[in-house]
């Protein structure tokens, strides 16, 4: 079994940062893509940021020059650095992780979500 915990969320006041974690744990082989996303009230769930095992990463345009996706292998954690924020940022954000594991089995995966609120 895998379990994926988010951290970080909170108020925070327009233009402000937060740090979101997402340590992933239980019988885990490996780990592919980690990634964020973002559902506000009465909206689709969308991508905010994603990145490979490799260190490559995309963002939606929305988040581009103000939000840094990074991970540590090591810890199987994924980090979302959020800065300048925008009252449109306020949302549940979410972790996601296409994780093998043991037995050799390949999944997605979901955090249970962590509010971020921006106020203006």
């Known amino acids: 079994q895998v379990q994926l915990v988010e951290s970080g969320g909170g108020l925070v006041q327009a233009g402000g940062s937060l740090r979101l974690s997402c340590a992933a744990s239980?019988?885990?082989?490996?780990?592919?893509?980690m990634g964020w996303y973002r559902q506000a009230p009465g909206k689709q769930r969308e991508l905010v940021a994603a990145?490979?095992?490799?260190?490559?990463?995309n963002y939606a345009d929305s988040v581009k020059g103000r939000f840094t996706i990074s991970r540590d292998n090591a810890k199987n954690t994924v980090y979302l650095q959020m800065s300048s924020l925008k009252p449109e940022d306020t949302a549940a954000y979410y972790c996601?992780?296409?994780?093998?594991?043991?037995?050799?089995?390949?999944?997605?995966?979901w955090g249970q979500g962590t509010q971020v609120t921006v106020s203006s």
């Open positions: 990145i490979s095992s490799g260190g490559n990463t």
């Open positions: 239980g019988s885990i082989f490996s780990i592919n893509d």
């Open positions: 996601n992780a296409n994780i093998i594991t043991i037995p050799l089995r390949r999944g997605d995966y």
